[in-house]
């Protein structure tokens, strides 16, 4: 069973950078493709990034291209969202979330419990 826990968030101005961590626990990490979602109130959940299991390829959404990157430690069960370039429009509450190599979040099965990003103007 996956189980996992987000830290980082935060309010940063526009411009600034944050870094998002979600620590995976459970035997399956190595094998388990990650995505972070992010919403906005009234929203669905959006795939912001995603790294499939074996680090083979990486998903961008087009508006976060060039300024996130999203990376995975399996030594140490954690997978990263880097931020960079900060936008209001960034803000939202993120989601790290295991399950299929997918853009859908019917796709994803283990959910975290979401952090919250501010991007102040």
């Known amino acids: 069973q996956v189980q996992l826990v987000e830290s980082g968030g935060g309010l940063v101005q526009a411009g600034g950078s944050l870094i998002l961590s979600c620590a995976v626990s459970?035997?399956?990490?190595?094998?388990?493709?990650v995505g972070w979602f992010r919403q906005v109130p009234g929203t669905g959940r959006e795939l912001a990034a995603a790294i499939r299991w074996d680090r083979t390829a990486t998903y961008y959404e087009t508006s976060v291209k060039g300024r996130f990157t999203i990376s995975r430690d399996n030594a140490k069960n954690t997978v990263y969202l880097q931020m960079a370039s900060l936008k209001p429009e960034d803000t939202g509450v993120y989601y790290c979330?295991?399950?299929?190599?997918?853009?859908?979040?019917?796709?994803?099965?283990?959910w975290g419990q979401g952090t919250q990003v501010t991007v102040s103007s």
């Open positions: 979330a295991a399950g299929g190599w997918s853009t859908s979040p019917e796709d994803y099965k283990t």
């Open positions: 459970g035997r399956t990490f190595s094998a388990t493709s």
